[in-house]
Nanobody, 122 residues
Framework: QVQLVESGGGLVQPGGSLRLSCAAS????????IGWFRQAPGKEREGVSC????????TYADSVKGRFTISRDSAKNTVYLQMNSLKPEDTANYYC???????????????WGQGTQVTVSS
């Protein structure tokens, strides 16, 4: 059974940092492209970042560029999202998703995690 499990969310003050993890079981992450998404209350889920299967190519939404970094550790079968300089508008439930060959989108992701909540507030 394939599972993606996110962790690392929590409450952080503006300007703070968090590192989210997306751990996989039942599939080998380095054969998939992995995306991070987020959904704030009352808003649609949006793509945040994506990393290629070998980690050589990364993409970011304009809203997080320069603050967030996506990476992967094949030995741990885990993808990370390092989030720095967090802002209140980053508050959302964060999800990871997997898809072969292309960055996953809302409609094309093969697998989704259950999400982890990030709250940025003083």
């Amino acid at each position: 059974q394939v599972q993606l499990v996110e962790s690392g969310g929590g409450l952080v003050q503006p300007g703070g940092s968090l590192r989210l993890s997306c751990a996989a079981s039942g599939l080998t992450l380095n054969t998939y492209m992995i995306g991070w998404f987020r959904q704030a209350p009352g808003k649609e889920r949006e793509g945040v970042s994506c990393i290629s299967s070998q980690g050589g190519v990364t993409t970011y939404a304009d809203s997080v560029k320069g603050r967030f970094t996506i990476s992967r550790d094949s030995a741990k079968n885990t993808v990370y999202l390092q989030m720095n300089s967090l802002k209140p508008e980053d508050t959302a439930n964060y999800y990871c998703a997997a898809r072969r060959s292309f960055c996953p989108t809302e409609t094309t992701a093969g697998y989704w995690g259950q999400g982890t909540q990030v709250t940025v507030s003083s």
